[in-house]
């Protein structure tokens, strides 16, 4: 079964920090790349941060730039997002997502996680 899964999400102090944990499994799959979106209440999702698998080349958002770290673990298909300094505005669904291509078919798939909540305070 192919999917993904986050973790790590909560509730924090304005300043504080938070890390997310998205691991993908699926033995036929090819992870090109990893990206983290949020969705804050009655917005639309976008995107945060996103890293490319083969090379590690990143890209942020302007909203979290210097504040946010996205890293991947390619040996263990894991990407994390490291929140620092972290604001009200930041409070959304956090979800993950994994750019896939299935060995077996050759075919070109986007994994989603279910999201997880991080709550920031003033």
């Known amino acids: 079964q192919v999917q993904v899964v986050e973790s790590g999400g909560g509730f924090v102090q304005a300043g504080g920090s938070l890390r997310l944990s998205c691991a993908a499994s699926g033995s036929t799959l090819r992870i090109n790349s990893f990206a983290w979106y949020r969705q804050a209440q009655g917005n639309q999702r976008e995107l945060v941060a996103h890293?490319?698998?083969?090379?590690?080349?990143?890209d942020y958002a302007d909203s979290v730039k210097g504040r946010f770290t996205i890293s991947r673990d390619y040996a263990k298909n894991t990407v994390y997002l490291q929140m620092n300094s972290l604001k009200p505005e930041d409070t959304a669904v956090y979800y993950c997502?994994?750019?896939?291509?299935?060995?077996?078919?050759?075919?070109?798939?986007?994994?989603w996680g279910q999201g997880t909540l991080v709550t920031v305070s003033s």
């Open positions: 890293i490319m698998n083969y090379g590690g080349s990143t």
């Open positions: 997502n994994a750019a896939v291509t299935v060995l077996t078919t050759s075919e070109y798939r986007e994994l």
